[in-house]
């Protein structure tokens, strides 16, 4: 059979089963999918080992978490804070100095039976005061008279054991004030209670200012 033949036989079998006698070539079905998935593939393999891959990939940081103040004080006397980028240092004013301790008046004893100071004990536990304050009230007198009824300072007129200005102040508590010592107690310690509270206040008064 000729190859003219073979071509005209060819032909009469597509015209019969109604193929294209136009001579162009038929794609099959599944030709284009396979050429559409084949080029992306590439497309992917071409930008994972491009070296200018990198060029073109946005760097993406964490933001960065914020650096928190700190304080510290030396010594009570400066304050500094720290931050990221600065650094300051406030002066911190000094505490206040404590205040002075109280004077404390020293041991009176027992007193002599009989004696100005024994007048002055049994009042004080009369009033329901105690051996803290018995020493406190002979200490300050001790300063004042010296626990002497006549005592007289010639410059300001005070008089008796509890140094009344003027003395005669004294007759409130009994007209013997002038020479009865247990009158010159009882209002000296009238006078302490009402203004000072007790004798030790009076006596922290007078060691601090002088008199009382």
Known sequence: MTIETRATALRAHRKSV??????????????????????????????????????????????????PVQELVVAGTYSHTAERDTFTATEVPPPPPPAPAAPVAPAAGVPDPGTAQAIAFSMLQGMGWGQDQFDCLVALWNK???????????????????????????????????????????????YISGRYSTPCGAWEHSQSVGWY
């Open 18 to 67: 109604g193929g294209d006698l136009s001579g162009r070539h038929i794609r099959s079905s599944w030709s284009l999918p396979l050429f559409a998935a084949a080029a992306v593939t590439s497309l992917v393999v071409i930008n994972a080992v491009s070296p200018d891959a990198d060029a073109v990939a946005a760097e993406v940081r964490a933001p960065a978490a914020p650096v």
């Open 144 to 190: 004042e008279s010296g626990w002497n009824v006549y005592a007289h300072n010639a410059s300001s007129g005070a008089y008796g054991i509890p140094q009344a200005l003027p003395g005669d102040k004294m007759a409130s508590a009994g007209a013997d004030w002038a020479d009865n010592p247990a009158t010159q107690i009882s209002w000296g310690l009238s």
